[in-house]
């Protein structure tokens, strides 16, 4: 455990596990946090980002596990509501991911500071308000540690009072994450005003977001191009709202070159960074670029390489099924849950491999790429400095209350000039 006494460890474990963590796993001995620590320790460092992983799989969640204690790095793992809530299409889900994290942390003797994150928690009108309304408390119920209230799909005035009719669901010690454009790739941009008019309206409302979320020009899934993340307006956004104490979260890192992962990690302010897409076809031994985007074949069907991944037998029988159910390109995401018992029930050799090339890939993203090497014991720190599971909010109320009601701000939000660009499902 490089730079952190064990001493210290145990007591970050005995006094930085929240509330919930606590109650549900009381003999363990997996720090899992709050998603403000893991914020904090990226901002101590500077210029840093980690891993928001996707946990499709469990064996996917092992590798990631395995990578961050190798970096000696602090992470996040993370389900979306679309890939593990009501309707999910994987078997690890919003319900099971604490679980499964504390089992692998202690498992394989994780010392490091993990955010279970429920990702993309999304909002597109009334009956999601009220189905969240019970659904969040359970998250939190389960274990969840931090979470993305994603109203963005909504015009501005109804994803800012979305934002503010759901907040008091989320416990004040839990990682908030806010979001403003929908990410749908180069339409659509978010705006330095957008983010001004979101951010404003909830610090008046005593709501400070850890993260927030931008349509700067990336996607969910297979990047089909090569425009990707806008490096400098996040770095004008980040700049509007940098009173506010707001760290970026960066979506859709699948598919963007290294280069421009770096420059988003060092221009701006992020300090989360979602990958999702290249870690499921990395385990799966797909046949992929330098930056994990997955090479398909002319069908639209994903390559496998031979003695990477899964079984050959097992690789022939999802595409069957995918031949079958008309399932190509990136809903090829959508094989996780009928498939997951299966690739539990591979050989060890084959498990191990598949984790392993997980492990691989995101030890260089931490290490070589998001400068989150020994990150870890910056967020012990902050923890045994705070005493607590809660490091409180980085930003204090500012803006007056009595200029954002809900008439003022239906009102204001009139004057925002934004284009959400095309019409879609852009959920994860």
């Not at 990631?64 to 602090?74: E, G, H, I, P, T």
């Not at 330098?290 to 031979?306: C, P, T």
């Not at 018992?341 to 070589?368: D, H, K, P, T």
Request: hydrophobic content about 40%; glycine content about 10%; proline content about 4%.
């Amino acid at each position: 455990m490089s730079g952190t006494r064990k001493s210290d460890f145990e007591k970050a474990v005995k006094v930085g596990r929240p509330p919930n963590v606590a109650g549900l796993f009381p003999n363990s001995k997996a720090l899992l946090v709050s998603g403000r620590y893991i914020d904090r320790a990226m901002l101590a460092k500077g210029g840093a980002m980690t891993i928001a992983a996707n946990g499709r799989s469990r064996l996917v969640i092992e590798g990631v596990l395995r990578a961050a204690q190798r970096a000696n790095a602090a992470v996040i793992v993370e389900i979306a509501k679309s890939e593990g809530g009501a309707k999910a299409y994987c078997a690890v889900n919003l319900w099971n991911m604490a679980m499964i994290v504390d089992s692998l942390c202690n498992r394989l003797g994780v010392t490091v500071p993990v955010a279970v994150h429920a990702d993309h928690y999304g909002i597109k009108g009334e009956k999601d308000i009220e189905t969240a309304r019970t659904e969040i408390p359970s998250l939190f119920d389960a274990g969840i540690t931090s979470i993305a209230i994603d109203a963005s799909h909504l015009p501005d005035d109804r994803n800012l009072l979305a934002s503010l009719e759901l907040n008091p669901l989320v416990p004040t010690w839990a990682g908030l994450e806010t979001e403003v454009g929908e990410i749908k790739g180069k339409e659509g941009l978010s705006t330095p005003e957008e983010a001004l008019f979101l951010v404003r309206g909830l610090n008046a409302h005593g709501v400070f977001p850890d993260w927030i979320a931008l349509n700067n020009g990336t996607t969910h899934g297979i990047e089909a191009s090569d425009s990707g993340i806008q490096v400098e307006l996040t770095a004008e956004i980040h700049g509007a709202i940098e009173r506010y104490g707001l760290s970026g979260a960066q979506h859709g890192t699948s598919g963007n070159s290294s280069e421009r992962l770096r420059a988003i990690a060092a221009k701006t302010r992020t300090t989360k960074a979602n990958v999702a897409t290249a870690l499921q076809f990395v385990s799966w031994g797909g046949k992929v670029n330098d930056y994990g985007n997955a090479i398909l074949d002319g069908g639209g069907n994903f390559i496998k390489v031979r003695g990477r991944g899964l079984s050959e037998e097992l690789r022939e029988e999802m595409t069957a099924y995918a031949k079958e159910k008309g399932v190509r390109g990136g809903d090829y995401k959508k094989l996780n849950l009928p498939f997951e018992n299966r690739i539990m029930g591979q050989s060890r050799e084959v498990r191990e491999r598949m984790a392993g090339a997980v492990e691989e890939f995101v030890y260089n993203l931490l290490v070589s790429v998001f400068n989150a090497k020994d990150t870890a014991p910056l967020a012990i720190e902050a923890i045994l400095e705070a005493g607590s599971h809660d490091p409180g909010p980085k930003a204090s109320r500012i803006e007056d209350p009595g200029e954002w009601t809900k008439e003022k701000i239906v009102e204001r939000a009139k004057s925002l000039s934004t284009d959400k660009g095309a019409a879609g499902d852009f959920s994860d």
